[in-house]
């Protein structure tokens, strides 16, 4: 209970933040406005990625550490390569960091999914490394 009042403002104030971004961006009027405000975007992500991968990291057994570092680290070229492949179009423009951190914030989104997805799992589904307590 205590861990969860002292928890409370922090997430209020990450909310709080998030929304001011959101609104901020919606007001961007210039290239280097919008590149900022999609790269916070994605910074965001990337911490709540990074949060999850953390969490769900604890609860495995050595082995499955060492294969979720692996498969992470793997994630993390592919996702750098694919945006970098996507956004080739526009490479040296200004445009690019805009599109290249609208893609890594989009992988980023779906690997959150994806990890929130087996740190969900309950025993007795096959595809579940290792079951919500």
Same mark, same amino acid.
Request: glycine share 6%; proline share 3%.
């Given at each position: 209970?205590?861990?969860?009042?002292?928890?409370? %403002?922090?997430?209020?104030? /990450?909310?709080?933040?998030? /929304?001011?971004?959101?609104?901020?961006?919606?007001?961007?009027?210039?290239?280097?406005?919008?590149?900022?405000?999609?790269? @916070?975007? $994605?910074?965001? @992500?990337?911490?709540?990625?990074?949060?999850? $991968?953390?969490? $769900? #990291?604890?609860?495995?057994?050595?082995?499955?550490?060492?294969?979720?570092? /692996?498969?992470?680290?793997?994630?993390?070229?592919? #996702?750098?390569?694919?945006?970098?492949?996507?956004?080739? @179009?526009?490479?040296?423009?200004?445009?690019?960091?805009?599109? $290249? @951190?609208?893609?890594?914030?989009?992988?980023?989104?779906?690997?959150?999914?994806?990890?929130?997805?087996?740190?969900?799992?309950?025993?007795?589904?096959?595809?579940? %490394?290792? %079951?919500? %307590?």
């Amino acid at each position: 209970m205590k861990l969860l009042l002292l928890l409370l %403002p922090a997430s209020l104030l /990450a909310f709080s933040t998030a /929304a001011q971004a959101a609104a901020d961006c919606a007001d961007a009027q210039t290239q280097a406005d919008i590149n900022a405000c999609i790269g @916070s975007a $994605y910074k965001a @992500s990337d911490k709540r990625l990074n949060d999850l $991968y953390g969490q $769900y #990291r604890q609860r495995l057994d050595a082995g499955q550490k060492k294969a979720l570092t /692996a498969a992470q680290k793997a994630w993390l070229n592919y #996702r750098d390569l694919s945006c970098q492949f996507e956004t080739s @179009s526009v490479g040296g423009g200004s445009g690019f960091q805009m599109a $290249y @951190s609208n893609c890594l914030e989009t992988m980023t989104d779906n690997r959150i999914k994806e990890l929130q997805t087996l740190s969900d799992c309950q025993a007795g589904d096959f595809n579940c %490394p290792a %079951p919500k %307590p």
